[in-house]
């Protein structure tokens, strides 16, 4: 049974008859341009086959009341009344309501049944999968217009203001925009976005390691500190603002720190918009080296890499079919993302996965979650489908 018709058919047994809308969003891997986002920088993300649905049908009385599947629970919230009690999954979706609520939409409320197969807590935003999800079931049911680099900042809100997370733009603008085929140029200071399509003869493959770490309270705001302090330094707004021959002319005032993460993101930056030229002219091979240089990167410069992610992707870098690897996400557990050949990616996946298991088992290394990898295609962002 695919994911829409189990949330069709939960909510028909929950709610007494047919849904009225049917909404979906999906997951993102990044390719790459990572720790960009919130710098006014670039990413180059690709939307995946692996969504949040959501059946629902519109109601009179302000309420919103939503099963989620893959936590057996139910809430409900009255958007009258907004009060964040660190409550869980239905905080995004409150925190959606609250950040529509802000900027002036007339909500109408709505019950529905909310499931979803982007792996939680790999990097692969299944919470902005969420949120644009929850954003597109609140256009459809109360008929305002669905303007995706909106929703993409109100999602990005719903994070910053009511989930605790100072994540950037990229999550939410590629779960709002994408398109099926194609990744997607996001400067993230403009939000102006341009398709690039996927090099010919070549598939992504996302490499979850199993391993997982809540960004909440994590080093991820300490990294975003640094980046702040070292265009401050410079006089700039952020760092997207400087080159690297700049940075190199006065990185020694520095300290360790904020030097070498100032140094991975403008770097990176580079990175992604020369990776932008090499998928134009269909030449994996060089896409593929400018993600290997982005993995070390963040291995050295970034620190957000670990063991789990340099062991999967070394595994992934051994195999010939392998362009190119390198981590994906907010870093220190995860995914990995890969480019290889087409004809040979599901025999690339079953030998990273072997070799990836002798390399975990000999370092000790106990997932939360079972391995796996996913060969993928980009799907269409955020829609209404029945």
């Not at 809540?214 to 603002?241: K, T």
């Amino acid at each position: 049974m695919t994911l829409q018709q189990t949330v069709t058919t939960q909510f028909h047994q929950r709610f007494g008859s047919a849904p009225s809308l049917i909404v979906r969003a999906p997951g993102r891997v990044n390719l790459i341009g990572e720790h960009t986002d919130y710098n006014d920088g670039f990413v180059l993300p690709m939307t995946l086959d692996r969504a949040t649905w959501i059946a629902l049908r519109p109601r009179e009385d302000g309420v919103v009341h939503i099963a989620a599947l893959d936590y057996d629970q139910e809430g409900q919230f009255d958007l009258n009344h907004f009060e964040n009690q660190n409550a869980g999954w239905i905080e995004y979706i409150k925190g959606v309501a609250w950040a529509l609520k802000e900027a002036g939409f007339g909500l109408k409320g709505w019950e529905g049944v909310v499931a979803g197969d982007v792996p939680i807590g790999a990097g692969l935003s299944s919470s902005a999968a969420l949120e644009m999800a929850v954003a597109r079931a609140f256009s459809a049911a109360s008929s305002f217009t669905f303007d995706p680099p909106l929703m993409a900042k109100l999602g990005q809100k719903t994070e910053n203001k009511w989930v605790g997370v100072n994540s950037g733009i990229m999550d939410q603008m590629i779960s709002a925009a994408g398109k099926a085929d194609h990744a997607l140029l996001i400067d993230c200071r403009s939000l102006e976005t341009e398709l690039v399509q996927i090099p010919a003869g070549s598939l992504i493959v996302v490499m979850d390691t199993g391993t997982r770490r809540q960004l909440v309270g994590s080093e991820y705001n300490d990294r975003r500190a640094n980046c702040e302090e070292a265009a401050r330094h410079f006089g700039v707004p952020a760092l997207r603002d400087l080159t690297l021959e700049q940075f190199a002319a006065r990185e020694a005032e520095l300290s360790d720190l904020p030097r070498r993460r100032a140094r991975h993101v403008i770097a990176e930056n580079e990175r992604v918009l020369r990776a932008v030229d090499a998928m134009k002219q269909g030449d994996a091979v060089t896409m593929g080296h400018l993600m290997v240089e982005s993995h070390i990167s963040m291995r050295d410069d970034f620190e957000i890499s670990s063991p789990a992610l340099n062991a999967m992707v070394e595994a992934a870098q051994s195999e010939l079919a392998c362009f190119g690897a390198r981590m994906t996400g907010g870093g220190f557990a995860g995914c990995a993302v890969a480019l290889v050949k087409a004809e040979e990616a599901e025999t690339f996946a079953s030998a990273v996965m072997s070799r990836y298991l002798e390399s975990i088992a000999r370092l000790g290394i106990n997932p939360q979650q079972s391995p796996a990898l996913y060969v993928c295609r980009a799907t269409n962002g955020a829609e209404v489908v029945a």
